[in-house]
């Protein structure tokens, strides 16, 4: 982890000598980053800007909510200029806590698609990452699977894993079913889902991915980048659960599958705003894009760039076009029908 470099120093030097030439074109120009991606997922990127533009990047990584509540904490005195994170959900809510400001520059916002940006302006998706349904090659056909909704029937009773409803992914696609069919369908859905849980939730997505390979459960529902992740582990146990499991993408008559994204905010206590934006205009260029999609096994935000190759042998999918900022607004919503479904 880097440490800040202190923004007091060109304020100090103006107090010291009362000449606005302190502030001189001799201070390195810098971006201060708080990043809920791991350093490893961000930090080459971050280090192929600072050697285009010279713009010294000083990034600090730390858990999603754990950054939201630092800024919080901070306040107008937060160092830094942009946050990081994952799921529109964290978006929405540094938002709501006045954590973020509009981004000044429709050049900039224009380059991601409105369904995956703020529809005011204060943060914009950076890579996309899709929620499909995972399945046991050799226990079920493809042909038995359809739609997120489809797992409540009876067929599935004792089939399911999935993780728990704290975790926010979670949270978000049972959001975008309650913008597609109203929450008095959802919270029918969610009792009867359940109902089929083949365990209590338990771990994170690769954990569920492991309890399809191991017969705990025939199906599961994660996000894409994981069962990669595992593909292409040097880890062989790993490796070998997640080469029997294979990927249906659900709701492809109707909606298409459940994405989210990791996005990008301009902070309230930005101070560096003109380097923020180079930042966030570098990370949506083709070749930042192409990074994201071959490294990290996620979706670029824009056309064009090539995904993994694992990616392409999984296929194009429908994705839901539901403004990602809706799963913000109704994440409350989803977590009390989850709650009343016994979802824990």
């Known amino acids: 982890m880097m440490q800040l470099r202190p923004l007091y120093l060109c304020l100090g030097a103006f107090l010291m000598t009362g000449l606005l030439s302190a502030c001189s074109s001799d201070t390195p120009q810098q ?14 990127l971050l280090k192929r800007f600072t050697a285009d533009t010279g713009i010294q990047v000083n990034l600090v990584t730390g858990k999603a909510d754990a950054l939201i509540q630092r800024l919080k904490a901070e306040g107008r005195a ?9 799921d529109a959900g964290r978006l929405y809510r540094a938002k709501q806590m006045q954590l973020t400001q509009t981004i000044e520059q429709t050049a900039l ?21 899709a929620r499909p349904i995972m399945y046991a090659r050799d226990r079920v056909s493809p042909d038995s699977l359809s739609t997120y909704e489809a797992l409540a029937d009876e067929h599935w009773h004792g089939r399911v894993c999935i993780r728990s409803s704290n975790n926010i992914y979670n949270q978000s696609l049972v959001a975008s079913m309650i913008a597609a069919s109203g929450i008095d369908a959802v919270e029918q859905w969610a009792g009867d889902f359940v ?5 209590n939730p338990v771990g994170g997505d ?16 994660a996000n894409t980048y994981y069962l990669l992740g595992m593909l292409t582990s040097a880890n062989q146990a790993e490796k070998h659960a997640a080469q029997q499991v294979s990927v249906f993408w659900p709701n492809q008559g109707n909606r298409g599958t459940h994405v989210n994204i990791s996005g990008i905010a301009m902070t309230q206590s930005a101070k560096n ?18 990074w994201y999609a071959q490294k990290n096994g996620e979706y670029p935000v824009i056309e064009g760039p090539e995904v ?10 429908k994705k839901d076009n539901l ?8 994440n409350t919503a989803a977590v009390q029908v989850m709650d009343r479904a016994g979802w824990r």
């Open 31 to 44: 971006v201060n980053v708080y990043s809920a991606r791991k350093a490893e997922l961000i930090e080459p």
């Open 78 to 86: 937060s160092p830094a200029d942009l946050l990081i994170t994952v």
């Open 109 to 129: 916002t224009s380059l991601v698609p409105g369904a995956y940006r703020d529809p005011e302006g204060h943060w914009l998706g950076l890579s996309l990452r």
């Open 195 to 199: 109902d089929n849980f083949a365990r």
């Open 206 to 221: 690769r954990d569920q991915i492991k309890a399809v390979a191991a017969g705990q459960c025939d199906v599961a529902v």
């Open 273 to 290: 705003i003109e380097q923020a934006q180079q930042l966030m205009t570098y990370l949506l260029q083709p070749e930042a894009q192409a």
């Open 308 to 317: 993994h190759p694992l990616l392409q042998r999984w296929g194009n999918f």
């Open 323 to 330: 403004n990602v900022n809706r799963l913000g607004e109704l």
